[in-house]
């Protein structure tokens, strides 16, 4: 995301306005600079839920929090600029069209890109007799070259660029995955498949150290060396090049993959159902490497798809005595080279791990927190306060960093929950940055019952801040939306912004599998109402409430149900 920025010569700027307005003193003078008179423009309706803006005077200076100098816009119709200008009393023109400026001296400007033959934006303010002229270069997206369709731009306007060739590896190479040091040395270090190549694909599948799979091509895409796999002889995938073992790639040809040239045998044994207290283990007997896999989730099922084995009995099984959680197991017909296991559970799943023990599979399925009192739901419970960033982070007008923003909600949060009878986890509690694969492993280590990341949101170029703002809240697996849901209910209501939803998106900190875990992006910073709210404690609490009261009515559901 964005950092603020000074533009370095805004003080040289202003100076040179101010000398060229001092009487001449022979034939050689500069003309002077003649300002245009400014009108203020005037600011949207304010929001009744924020506090007011602050009343900020100070000194006339132009500082643009974004975009950076000579950056390349993604767009060329119209996007946004922010920054501020030091002082809550000023007008501002950018390319003359008249901006809006807050009490604290920030603006947030909607405009045309500038066109290709005046790559820049012109910010000319007043305030009294004061005046400040910047002019901030940037680039400009090429137009579409219409004449070559595989030049043609995305939805971005960024240029498409053109597949990668696929080079096949020839005959059968079977490698294994997992390179050292690829991920964390955990239950939580997996290769990650997707169904295509590119960083924008979904994360799929979640393969343990050591599966051998079929390699049959490469192809580089977004910047990163990916190889094409097959799961087994109907499914394709594609793993990153890096995670393939070091034996399997050639010492005289690093481009080549060498490997086995018959496919691994992996047959599957009597599959056993053990209960336990929190958990209830499904194991699954593998001869040979571990399997591929995938796992999918309905309402009341958990689904394991295993690829690439044989010989898988038919089971149909379930836990004795009767468990009230865990209803019961079946696999479908097995196919040539894989089989389903349909784990029946009485209500909806809350948790899980894939492990690979001794062997087998082990599938371990986690039992939803014993609620005893639905007014005091939390109690008792172990809950992961994650606040979001560093590393990145968006920042607002006035140089809020979200990073710094949320710290103080995540320390609200973790008052609120400690009052309740909670043990709270934090997985920072300073400026230090954490790495975004260690947040959800921290909350699995200290088996926390939820997860909870908190942000704040920023716009890519080309969307309306001041029509599309508002309150959103993600999740990665279907079984953390009743938490998301309950969780944006509780920030429509505190936060009093627009709703954006409780959507789906790929992240890093959200893939957790052992519990609930959801990310809220609670409030815009880059937009200047919203910025200065979140530098006000009562809009701190207030965010905090809503994650805190989403919580509660999330684990109450759960005490309500037989």
């Given at each position: 995301m964005m950092n603020a920025w000074t533009y370095r010569g805004f003080a040289c700027c202003v100076a040179v306005a101010s000398a060229s307005c001092a009487p001449a003193r022979g034939p050689s003078a500069p003309a002077p600079v003649v300002v245009p008179p400014l009108v203020p423009a005037p600011l949207p309706s304010p929001n009744p839920k924020l506090p007011p803006v602050p009343e900020v005077r100070g000194p006339l200076v132009i500082s643009v929090a974004y975009p950076k100098p000579e950056q390349l816009l993604t767009v060329r119709d119209s996007n946004f600029i922010f920054g501020t200008v030091g002082t809550g009393d000023a007008a501002l023109r950018i390319n003359g069209v008249a901006v809006p400026v807050w009490p604290d001296g920030a603006f947030m400007g909607w405009l045309p890109v500038p066109p290709d033959s005046a790559p820049r934006y012109e910010l000319m303010a007043r305030s009294g007799t004061a005046s400040a002229r910047i002019v901030l270069p940037i680039r400009v997206p090429p137009l579409p070259d219409t004449t070559h369709r595989e030049k043609?731009?995305?939805?971005?306007?960024?240029?498409?660029?053109?597949?990668?060739?696929?080079?096949?590896?020839?005959?059968?190479?079977?490698?294994?995955?997992?390179?050292?040091?690829?991920?964390?040395?955990?239950t939580d270090r997996v290769t990650i498949a997707r169904p295509g190549p590119g960083n924008g694909q979904e994360y799929k599948w979640f393969l343990f150290p050591g599966t051998v799979v079929k390699a049959t091509g490469s192809m580089k895409a977004s910047?990163?060396?990916?190889?094409?796999?097959?799961?087994?002889?109907?499914?394709?995938?594609?793993?990153?090049?890096?995670?393939?073992?070091?034996?399997?790639?050639?010492?005289?040809?690093?481009?080549?993959?060498?490997?086995?040239?018959?496919?691994?045998?992996?047959?599957?044994?009597?599959?056993?159902?053990?209960?336990?207290?929190?958990?209830?283990?499904?194991?699954?007997?593998?001869?040979?490497?571990?399997?591929?896999?995938?796992v999918e989730e309905t309402d009341r099922t958990i689904s394991l798809l295993l690829y690439g084995v044989t010989g898988a009995p038919v089971v149909s099984m379930m836990a004795e005595p009767n468990d009230p959680y865990f209803n019961s197991i079946s696999s479908s017909t097995p196919e040539q080279s894989r089989v389903r296991y349909t784990i029946n559970l009485n209500r909806a799943p809350y948790g899980y791990l894939a492990l690979w023990q001794n062997g087998a599979l082990t599938f371990r399925v986690r039992r939803p927190p014993r609620i005893a009192d639905a007014a005091a739901p939390l109690r008792g419970l172990t809950i992961t306060v994650d606040p979001g960033h560093p590393p990145a982070g968006a920042t607002g007008p006035t140089g809020l960093y979200e990073g710094d923003a949320v710290l103080q909600v995540g320390f609200k949060v973790r008052d609120l929950l400690a009052q309740r009878g909670v043990n709270v986890v934090m997985t920072r509690i300073g400026p230090e940055p954490v790495d975004l694969g260690l947040r959800p492993i921290i909350s699995r280590r200290a088996n926390a019952s939820a997860f909870v990341s908190i942000h704040l949101n920023a716009f890519p170029d080309g969307v309306n801040p001041f029509v599309n703002n508002g309150s959103l809240t993600?999740?990665?697996?279907?079984?953390?939306?009743?938490?998301?849901?309950?969780?944006?209910?509780?920030?429509?209501?505190?936060?009093?912004?627009?709703?954006?939803?409780?959507?789906?998106?790929?992240?890093?900190?959200?893939?957790?599998?052992?519990?609930?875990?959801?990310?809220?992006?609670?409030?815009?910073?880059?937009?200047?109402?919203?910025?200065?709210?979140?530098?006000?404690?009562?809009?701190?609490?207030?965010?905090?409430?809503?994650i805190v009261r989403g919580l509660e009515t999330y684990f109450a559901s759960l005490a309500q149900k037989p």
């Open positions: 043609l731009l995305g939805d971005t306007l960024q240029p498409v660029p053109s597949p990668d060739t696929l080079l096949p590896v020839p005959g059968n190479v079977f490698v294994s995955l997992g390179a050292p040091g690829s991920a964390v040395d955990d910047g990163d060396d990916f190889v094409h796999v097959q799961l087994d002889s109907i499914q394709d995938a594609w793993v990153l090049r890096s995670e393939i073992q070091a034996q399997n790639i050639s010492a005289t040809a690093p481009a080549t993959l060498i490997g086995d040239t018959a496919a691994p045998v992996r047959r599957i044994g009597a599959v056993r159902v053990v209960p336990g207290p929190d958990w209830i283990d499904v194991v699954v007997p593998v001869t040979g490497p571990p399997p591929p896999y995938l993600l999740y990665f697996w279907p079984h953390s939306i009743p938490l998301g849901m309950a969780t944006q209910a509780a920030l429509l209501t505190e936060l009093g912004l627009r709703d954006n939803g409780t959507k789906f998106q790929n992240l890093a900190v959200a893939r957790g599998t052992w519990m609930p875990s959801i990310l809220t992006e609670g409030a815009f910073v880059i937009m200047p109402d919203q910025e200065a709210a979140l530098r006000n404690q009562t809009y701190q609490e207030a965010y905090a409430t809503a």
